[in-house]
């Protein structure tokens, strides 16, 4: 069962362009619905989580935006830099673990 | 404050043999979570412990078991390896498991199956 359907899988913006993905989710009992980023030969790394009470969290040029009814949450990068470039992961969570998507590459070109 | 470590962090073993893979949590943390990552399969779940308890297994065969120390170190066991055993292993540690709090993940363990 994929309880979690992230898109795209890859995208391409501009620097100082913005970049959305986003995050499907099947599963009602997820409580919290966090995005991690990966650059390659490291391992995940936390970028910026929403609970489920909340409709939409930002954290400087990052911002995730939150739709309970419609089971989705995206991720948007404003101003997106060179050094964003990674793959970013929504992650959404219940009994102790994370349930990741497959993933989307974000290339930001100079 | 020193972050997760895994060790080793690279590993290429044969067809049928047995392979343990050690995580450090960050101090203080005391629960540890395992995952696999595959091109393929993408990351997924493996098991949660949490003073030295199983609180959590993913959908993964037998052949995968995980053990925590008193300390909160981890260790993860597979035996009779098998070619799609293949993948990077990555150890996460957090304050209690609960969603909520941070999962802080290491650099991983790059197992070969040849």
């Known amino acids: 069962q994929q309880q979690v359907k992230q898109s795209p899988q890859s995208l391409i913006v501009q620097k100082g362009g913005i970049s959305i993905i986003n995050c499907a989710y099947e599963?009602?009992?997820?409580?919290?619905f966090p995005w991690y980023q990966q650059f390659p030969g490291k391992g995940p790394a936390l970028l910026i989580a929403?609970?489920?009470?909340?409709s939409e969290k930002k954290e400087g040029r990052f911002t995730i935006s939150f739709n309970k009814s419609a089971k989705q949450f995206s991720l948007h990068i404003m101003d997106s830099q060179p050094g964003d470039s990674a793959t970013y992961f929504c992650?959404?969570?219940?009994?102790?673990?994370?349930?990741f998507g497959a993933g989307t590459t974000v290339t930001v070109r100079a | 404050k020193a972050g997760v470590t895994q060790t080793p962090r690279y590993l290429i073993k044969t067809r049928g043999q047995q392979v343990t893979l050690s995580c450090s949590p960050i101090?203080?943390?005391?629960?540890v979570s395992w995952y696999q990552q595959t091109p393929g399969q993408g990351l997924q779940f493996l098991f949660e412990?949490?003073?030295?308890?199983?609180?959590n297994k993913g959908n993964f065969p037998g052949r995968f078991s995980g053990r925590q120390f008193s300390n909160s170190r981890s260790e993860m066991n597979v035996s009779t390896l098998e070619l799609g055993d293949s993948a990077l292993y990555l150890c996460?540690?957090?304050?209690?498991?609960?969603?909520?709090?941070?999962?802080?993940f290491g650099q991983g363990t790059r197992l070969t199956v040849v």
């Open positions: 412990y949490f003073s030295e308890t199983q609180r």
């Open positions: 929403i609970r489920p009470d909340v």
């Open positions: 101090s203080g943390h005391r629960s």
């Open positions: 992650a959404p969570s219940n009994d102790y673990k994370l349930s």
């Open positions: 599963n009602t009992a997820f409580d919290y």
């Open positions: 996460a540690s957090s304050l209690n498991g609960w969603g909520d709090t941070e999962a802080f």
